[in-house]
């Protein structure tokens, strides 16, 4: 029977590594952290990596920019190890204080900042007259949806993107909408801190939404957003656009 160690080396492809380098080369934490992404591939490898989990706090420092995984040469995905590790030590409920309540939240109320979900489109009240955005939540359909995101909706600095992405969807005449409160978070941040199965409650969540409104074509300013939609939602379901795009 095989060991837990060698199913998570087997689950993160470490037997292809090779010890080259370049992800603890290009990381940008790596000189200010004890945190070696090469090194935990090697340790990985040698059925190492589950042992004192819960004193590698650097785990923790991992930013998950995927830079090693984009320089990898093996093209294998060191960066997934890191969040497995730390999937492992949430499931343990091994969990640092200062990202509980970002999940708590995204958990109760569906998104990190803690904002009640029947508040999620206050921050439509105060765009001008003029300018119209439909609620699919309200019964209002549209060739497009605007996907907002947690921050957009809740952070009043980043509200003015939101804001300006509608003034420009109006100019241009877009026939598009929001889930309005609805909408619930993205879950890629909730991925990255290693809590899976709730990424894949918010995921599955967002995707009922999308399919009961029969949505094909999905735009987001939001780079979190974007790259969970894209990249870490069903592939090939939505057409996926941000806003530079
Ligand atoms: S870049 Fe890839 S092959 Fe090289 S040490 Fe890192 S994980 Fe291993
Ligand atoms: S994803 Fe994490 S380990 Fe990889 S380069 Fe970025 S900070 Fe370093």
Known sequence: MESLEQTFAEKFELYGCYQCGKCTGGCPVSLKSKLNIR???IEGILGKNLERMTEREELWDCTTCKTCTIRCPRGLKPMDLIIGMRGTLVEEGHIPKTII??????????NPWGTPKNKRTEW??????DLKVKDFSQGDRAELLYFVGCTASSDPRIQEIAKSLVFILNRAEIDFGILGNEETCCGNEIRRMGETGL????????IQRFETYKIEHIVTACPHGFNALKNEYPQGKFNILHTTQ
């Open 101 to 110: 309540e970002a999940m708590e939240n995204a958990y109760k109320h569906g």
């Open 39 to 41: 090194r935990l591939m």
């Open 124 to 129: 439509t009240k105060s765009l001008p007259e």
């Open 199 to 206: 990424f894949e409650e918010l995921m599955d969540a967002n």
